[in-house]
Structures are given as C-alpha cells and as structure tokens.
C-alpha cells in the first residue's frame, strides 16, 4: 500500500522501535531547493546510496522520507542479514539469463552481507549483531530430501537427530546449515545509518512525501506538501511502499506483500530448555509460506510469516491468531508463553522476480532500486551502494541482470484476491502444520 492511500504515518508498536535508541525527528522539507541528487525513501536502500554519495562521491544527497527514516520495512523486519534478495534461485537464474548472470548474483549477494558487516564496523553502530550462520529446517522428511540435494558445499546437513544438539527444537524434520550471514537488530542499524548519512552532511527530511514528480530543464522537480526540489538525478527506493499511482513505469510491476512478526515475552531458561531451543541462530522453515524465526539476545523469540492477503488493519488483526496458532503447533512447549507484540509490513515482489537497480527507460536522471523479494536487509544495503555511481554521472555497479525494468505482474485492483489464491493453495501444497 502506497503512502498517499493514506498509511498512518506512526511506526508500528514493534519490538524494534521499543528497544531502539531514538532518532531525533528529521524536519520536513519546506521551500524551495536545489541538489545534485534527491533520493526518495529513507531506508537501508536509500541510506546506503546517500552515504555512498558523500563518500564516494563528495555529493550531498537530499533524502525525502515520508514518515521518519526507518518506518517501513526497514525498521520493521526480522533482522536477518542473509543471502536472497531475488524470487528465483541461481539455477533457475542460470537457465534463464545465462552462467555468468548467476556467478554475479551470488557475488552481489555475498558482497551484501560483507556490506552490512562493514557498515556496523564503519558506523560503530550497535545493532546486537548475532552468530554466524542460517539454519533452513525440513518441514517434512519429503523437505529434508530436497534440502539435501540442493545443498552446496560450503553447508552443513543436519539430520533429525542432530537438531536437539544444535538447540534447534521445534517440530522439524532436519535441515541445513549455511555459515554465512547474522542476525541484527533492523532498527539500530537502519537509525545508525541514517546518523551516519546525516554526519556525512546528507540533507535527511522526514515528514516529506513525495506527491509530485516533474521534468524541470535537464533535471527533475520533486515536490512535497511543504516544498520542493530541483535535483539532476532522482533516485526512488520506495520499495514496497512506492507511490505506483505517481510512477506510471512502475505501476502493476511490483507486488507488495505483508509480512508479519510476532515476538513473545522474555522466555526462561528452563522454558527454553522444554521446547529445546536455545540456539540465536537465524531460522527458517522450507514450506513454501515460510516461517522465519529466531531467539533474540533478550530472551524474546521472533516468529514472522506471510501476513494477511490485505493490507487492511481489519485483516492484519485477524491475521494475529492464524501466526500465533502456527508458532504454536511449532514450538509446543511454548503454547502457553504470551504474545508481547505483534506488528506487519510490507515486502516487495517484481514482475522478473529479481531486483531492480537501474535508470528507468525513456526517463533521463531518474534511477530506481527495489524489489527485494523480502530479503533486503543486506541486499537493499548492497543495492543503495551500488546505484550511487549512477547518480553521480557514472556507470551502476549492480549486476547488469539487476538493471532491467520487470515486466508486468498482479494490476493493483485485483492483488488482494491473487494474494488470497496464492497463498490458499501454497498452503494446502505445504500441508498441515498441526
Ligand atoms: C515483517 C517483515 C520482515 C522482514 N524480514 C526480513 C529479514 O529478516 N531479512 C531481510 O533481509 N529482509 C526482511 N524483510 C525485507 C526488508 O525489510 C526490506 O527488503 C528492506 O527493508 C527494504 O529496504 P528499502 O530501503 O528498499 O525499503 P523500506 O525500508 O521499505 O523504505 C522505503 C521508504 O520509502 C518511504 N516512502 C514511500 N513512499 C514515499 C513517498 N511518496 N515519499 C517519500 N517517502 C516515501 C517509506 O516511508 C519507507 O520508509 C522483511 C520485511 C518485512 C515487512
């Protein structure tokens, strides 16, 4: 759901936001300006491309956020920092677009990870980084069979017995172990960069939706209820939350889709010893409408999954009691532990099922990156840093696979009812969980 369909513009009550350190409020635009390079949205993509654009490029970026950097699926997600940021796997990458498209993903994708790394390193910022590694359960013995034969080398197989030793208890079949990625707390990191791009001298504006966008001269006029700014190079890195009715060569070529999350109570020791969890590794399950999870260094546990097929408040909290019977029928021992908070946001599908870090055709100065397929903690990251050459008069770094604009996916008016089939059948292909 775009901005302008009116999306309160509050955070969430998420643990995130409950246990993040403030950010002072970054005032609105107001009056006329003028930059080299405005930049639309104030997450991890377009905080990544303002700080590399001032450190790179000795440009001072003006960045439009509509609420407050962090407010949308930045700021609201489950702190994985893993590989994925496309819908399709390298195979499938490599039978469509070739061998050496596939090596460059998985390039970008590895570089992601070390990106978020060197952030934290660069920034100082303390976003309670976690162990090494991600762990992807078999929700059946059929799963666990799969899991195996997709396995690279770099991965660990973990059968059924040797999950109780891991402190990987839950009603699991198996999995595999990848030693690469972290888990991270997804607020301190998105409000440390967005203290780091204002140190940098990046012009951070909150409160500033974006609700016009015109050709001006060789360049672009970006307009807001308060102001504007006249900028060569506009970058947009609203991912999920684009305002497609504004952007007519977006429009019908992404798919919002809600996520949700919710996280429980501090658990005990002994109640974490019942269930047979004690591992912080991040985790995920194989069934086609997949549940992450993980124990946060607080004690709390995480469980996030597809959210409602609506992104309508009604349907978010109905959506509350289908996630937590789910947990439930997981993690057994801990049907008695209560639900602390419980939040949603939105992810972002594309028409290719890859990214999209690229200038936008037929449209001179404008850039776009998006479309992380739910996994852009570290591959938005990448993305944002990636496309900053772009804007300052050069060549994108992105893979070229990543520059192509998507075709044309679920039009706007019929998505709820698409999300509804899709995920009714997904999850009857998945089978019960209880
Ligand atoms: C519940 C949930 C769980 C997730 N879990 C994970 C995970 O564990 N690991 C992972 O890798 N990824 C995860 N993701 C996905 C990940 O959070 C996103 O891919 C990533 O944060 C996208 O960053 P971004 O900068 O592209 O977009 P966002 O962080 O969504 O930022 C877009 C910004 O654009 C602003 N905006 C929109 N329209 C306008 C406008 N007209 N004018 C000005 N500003 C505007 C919005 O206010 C918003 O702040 C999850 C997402 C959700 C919702």
């Known amino acids: 759901m775009a901005i302008e369909r009116g999306q309160p513009m509050q955070h969430p009550d998420s643990h995130w936001r409950a246990s993040a350190p403030p950010l002072p409020d970054c005032p609105p635009l107001q009056g006329a300006a003028q930059a080299e390079v405005a930049i639309i949205g104030a997450g991890y993509a377009g905080l990544n491309a303002a700080l590399e654009l001032a450190e790179a490029h000795g440009i001072a970026a003006t960045v439009l956020e509509a609420a407050q950097p962090g407010w949308g699926a930045s700021g609201r997600n489950g702190g994985f920092c893993c590989l994925g940021g496309a819908m399709i796997e390298g195979d ?38 976690g ?48 030693p690469l990625g972290f888990p991270l707390h997804p607020m301190k990191y998105a409000r440390g960069l967005a203290q780091a791009a204002m140190r940098a001298g990046v012009r951070l504006h909150g409160d500033s939706a974006v609700t016009g966008l015109q050709r001006d001269g060789a360049g672009w006029r970006v307009i807001t209820a308060q102001g504007s700014v006249q900028a060569r190079r506009v970058l947009w890195t609203t991912n999920a939350y684009s305002p497609e009715a504004l952007l007519g060569w977006l429009k019908g070529r992404i798919l919002p889709v809600n996520s949700a999350i919710l996280v429980t109570r501090p658990l005990s020791e002994a109640e974490r010893v019942a269930q047979g969890w004690t591992s912080q590794l991040m985790a995920y399950d194989s069934r086609r409408v997949l549940h992450y999870f993980r124990l946060l260094p607080c004690g709390r546990f995480l469980f996030g999954g597809r959210g409602s097929a609506s992104a309508r408040p009604a349907a978010h909290e109905a959506f509350q009691s289908v996630l937590r019977a789910d947990f439930d029928a997981l993690f057994p021992a801990w049907k008695g532990v209560e639900t602390e908070r419980y939040w949603s946001g939105q992810v972002c599908l594309t028409g290719s ?10 449209q001179a100065g404008l850039f776009v990156a998006l479309g992380w397929h739910g996994n852009g903690v570290a591959a938005a990251s990448e993305g944002g840093r990636r496309i900053a050459p772009a804007l300052a008069g050069g060549q994108s770094t992105a893979p070229p696979l990543l520059a192509r604009q998507p075709g044309r996916v679920v039009p706007p008016l019929i998505r709820p009812l698409a999300l509804h089939a899709g995920l009714t059948l997904a999850r009857l292909i998945d089978g019960p969980l209880r």
């Open 92 to 129: 499938q990458i490599a039978r469509r677009h070739g061998a050496r498209a596939a090596a460059d993903w998985d390039g970008y994708e590895r570089a992601a990870i070390e990106r978020v790394r060197d952030n934290l390193a660069r920034y100082a910022i303390d976003a309670d980084a």
């Open 353 to 362: 099922m890859l990214p999209w870090v690229g200038a936008v055709p037929g």
């Open 131 to 178: 162990p090494e590694g991600e762990v992807k359960l078999a929700h059946s013995p059929r799963a666990l069979a799969a899991l195996r034969a997709e396995a690279g080398a770099e991965c660990t197989l973990l059968g059924p017995g040797d999950l109780a030793g891991w402190g990987l208890g839950g009603r699991f079949h198996g999995g595999v172990f990848t």
